[in-house]
């Protein structure tokens, strides 16, 4: 588990394509590493991967093609920066959310604006995540919590403060540019929960219709 904020930025310094996979290996930065076990968990622009090799100047991970297909990380170059958070330990502050580190979807940033010393950015996220996004509510982006300042369908803001810009690969978003999202996981427990006994009859979507709210008494 991971809290969303982000403690180094990273550098992608090799990509090993590996039988349809890939390793990386990423240099840390300032990352402190000295806590840090063959088979720890790292959130890596907000992807949960496990250190295989600790090389003392960063780490190496393997990507899966589930992982490769679900995220940005697919689209990695030798040099791009990334946004790197250790894992969440017992007794660390919870200073953003709770954070799985499993990614649900691909956004695209469309539009960056200046607003006085902070950015706006227009984030927009796929249909079916659309549900899951609530103004003032939580949403990672990139491995970064940030909150949802407004809503307007599949689209949402984020009002990006200087220190978040100089502290992540924030700053370097533009129209266009491609963000791992993952969703409030209370959202996704919540509707789970709303649906009942019908989360165990197979072959059941999961997903929670006008028609259903209204037959279980949530709507008049």
């Not at 780490?59 to 170059?77: G, N, P, Q």
């Not at 949402?156 to 810009?165: D, E, G, S």
Request: hydrophobic share 45%.
């Amino acid at each position: 588990m991971f809290t969303g904020i982000i403690e180094a930025i990273g550098t992608i310094r090799a990509i090993e394509p590996r039988g349809g996979d890939v390793r990386l290996r990423i240099a840390t930065g300032k990352l402190d590493l000295g806590d840090v076990k063959l088979g720890d968990s790292i959130a890596t622009n907000g992807v949960c991967l496990t250190a295989v090799e600790l090389p003392g100047d960063g780490y190496v991970a393997d990507v899966s093609t589930e992982t490769l297909a679900c995220s940005t990380l697919k689209d990695l170059k030798v040099g791009a920066v990334v946004n790197l958070e250790k894992a969440l330990q017992p007794q660390s502050r919870l200073g953003g959310h709770i954070v799985s580190g499993h990614v649900d979807g691909i956004g695209e940033v469309v539009s960056r604006e200046v607003s006085a010393r902070a950015i706006l950015f227009r984030v927009r996220a796929p249909r079916e995540l659309a549900k899951y996004i609530a103004m003032k509510g939580s949403v990672t982006v990139d491995g970064i919590s940030l909150t949802v300042n407004d809503v307007a369908g599949t689209d949402f803001v984020l009002t990006i403060v200087p220190h978040t810009v100089q502290e992540t690969n924030i700053g370097s978003w533009a129209p266009g540019t491609k963000v791992n999202l993952e969703v409030d996981v209370i959202a996704r427990y919540l509707e789970r929960l709303l649906m009942g006994e019908k989360a165990a009859d197979a072959g059941h979507g999961g997903g929670i219709s006008m028609a259903f709210l209204a037959e279980h008494g949530f709507m008049k």
